[in-house]
């Protein structure tokens, strides 16, 4: 049987891999100049706006698109009927994930293009293997089968390896990607474990399929123990507690885009992927997932505040600032089958779109300082304001919106839509534990933004980093927007 393949819908992850194929061409081929650095990095930006335009396109087009589709008696164990499964769908999920992911991918290739100046890093290399990363990261969320779930995860993955690597020389960098390939490949193990488990007992990888077949075997041993180890994969990809041991350490060896790609772009897909999972492929388990997930965001928005509270340097504390973003994104996850996956699934995209824009904002500022200061501790960043208003201000914005203090009200408006849903949902200790978070949150955030405002003894002015304004001007521009019209949120995430 061969299958029909619907270039249109499968057109953003192929523009990025296009774009890849091209800039590896580009690299072979061009002298080693200042000049093909930033030219390569403005083939790299062309392809992502190319990509992006596919999605809006998509999104323009008022239909779900399918390919890679077999038909139900070929799917699995017992279909006969019904509708074809496929592999890859484009809906309203799959636009919003690949929407945030290449805005995201903007912010972060014009950051790469400041990191790049220096000339201590392939620029080729660089470009190629974050293309690569976005291909996955665009694929995942439109990923209808554990195969091509599984598959993308890993491309997302893999490439952020070497691109961690990529800073020679710097032993911070090295131990950083060794950390987190052995942390990727455990994760990866106990993620195919517990796949191969839910497919020998239902006989289907389509997540449609695996949602019919294991009603028949729901509350099996078998069963509970592969959504248990799945669960525990995307834990590790997530940085959820307990896996989230590598988190800081990465953050702090990586160059700073990559730990921005690794905040918002890598967590995004790691919880497209386990949305999907539990909402789409195991809502008739959440008897056995929901309180392990309960479980796992209250103690990860914790541990994450907690160990946020005794940090120094602005790159280790933004880890454990995403590690507790973390625990609040699980947290709707958790009551799914109580108030409804729609409702439960749109407050955590929600939370993830407006948290994307916050901490891009924040980690672009943290980049321009980290120019001209070695050790990029909170208090290099004594008034900053000063010199420099527009960072300064921009750094404090972001700061406020992770804290959802007055004006950066899109943090407090992510905040609200995630209580609204743990409250509707009957877990209330739950929403007890991340108002208390929330508050343990406040202040260490509000001591960094304290520093932008207070003189330094001996000032350090940032270096001069032309792409990187545009970069934190679309970050900042994005949540002063959500913050004026949180909506536009609601509308995007389907609530």
């Known amino acids: 049987m061969s299958q029909q393949i619907d270039y249109f819908a499968i057109a953003p992850p192929l523009a990025l891999a296009v774009t890849a194929a091209l800039v590896l061409l580009l690299d072979a081929f061009l002298p080693h100049r200042p000049r093909t650095r930033v030219a390569l990095g403005l083939v790299t930006l062309a392809g992502v706006l190319v990509s ?3 999605v809006v396109a998509q999104a323009t087009a008022g239909r779900t698109l399918g390919t890679f589709c ?15 499964q496929c592999s890859y769908v484009v809906d309203g999920f799959t636009l919003v994930l690949a929407g945030l992911v290449l805005v995201s991918a903007v912010v972060i290739v014009l950051m790469s293009m400041t990191e790049l100046a220096g000339g201590g890093i392939p620029a080729g290399e660089w470009h190629f293997l974050l293309l690569c990363t976005l291909v996955g990261a665009v694929t995942l969320p439109a990923s209808r089968d554990l195969v091509m ?15 961690t690597a990529l800073k020679r020389y710097d032993g911070r960098a090295s131990e950083a990607a060794v950390k987190l390939f052995v942390v990727s490949v455990v994760s990866t193990a106990v993620m195919l474990f517990g796949v191969s488990l839910l497919y020998g007992m239902t006989g289907t990888v389509h997540l449609s399929g695996l949602a019919a077949q294991t009603q028949a075997v729901a509350g099996t041993p078998v069963v509970t123990v592969g959504v248990v180890l799945v669960v ?5 990809k997530i ?3 307990p896996f989230h041991a590598w988190a800081a350490d990465v953050y702090q060896g990586a160059p700073v885009p990559v730990a921005a790609l690794l905040s918002v772009v890598s967590k995004a897909s790691g919880f497209a992927g386990l949305i999907l999972v539990l909402a789409t492929a195991l809502p008739g388990q959440a008897g056995t997932w929901g309180p392990v997930v309960a479980t796992l965001s209250a103690l990860t928005m914790t541990a994450g505040n907690l160990l946020a509270l005794r940090q120094r340097s602005a790159v280790r504390l933004l880890a454990w600032s995403s590690v507790a973003q973390s625990g609040y994104v699980l947290a709707p996850l958790a009551v799914t089958g109580a108030v409804g996956a729609r409702e439960a699934v749109g407050a955590s ?3 993830l779109v407006i948290y994307a824009a916050m901490n891009l904002g924040a980690f672009a500022v943290v980049l321009l300082v980290a120019r001209t200061a070695v050790r990029n501790e909170l208090d290099d960043y004594r008034g900053l304001a000063f010199r420099s208003p527009a960072a300064g201000l921009a750094l404090g914005f972001c700061l406020v919106c992770l804290a959802g203090l007055p004006p950066g009200l899109a943090g407090l408006f992510a905040k609200v839509f995630v209580f609204r849903a743990i409250v509707e949902g009957g877990l209330g200790w739950l929403a007890l534990v991340m108002a208390v978070n929330t508050v343990i949150g406040l202040y260490y955030y509000a001591v960094w933004a304290a520093r932008l405002f207070t003189p330094a003894p001996r000032p350090i002015t940032p270096a001069a980093a032309p792409a990187l304004w545009p970069a934190a001007g679309l970050a900042v521009g994005v949540a002063i927007v959500f913050s004026l019209a ?10």
């Open 349 to 351: 995209v929600a939370y």
């Open 239 to 241: 940085a959820a507690v």
């Open 232 to 236: 525990a994969g995307f834990g590790f």
């Open 486 to 495: 949180p909506q536009l949120v609601l509308d995007l995430a389907g609530l």
């Open 70 to 84: 077999v038909p139900p008696a070929l799917a699995g164990r017992g279909g006969t009927g019904g509708p074809a």
């Open 149 to 163: 779930l599984v598959v993308a995860l890993e491309l997302v993955s893999l490439p952020v390896f070497a691109l």
């Open 52 to 54: 992006l335009g596919f």
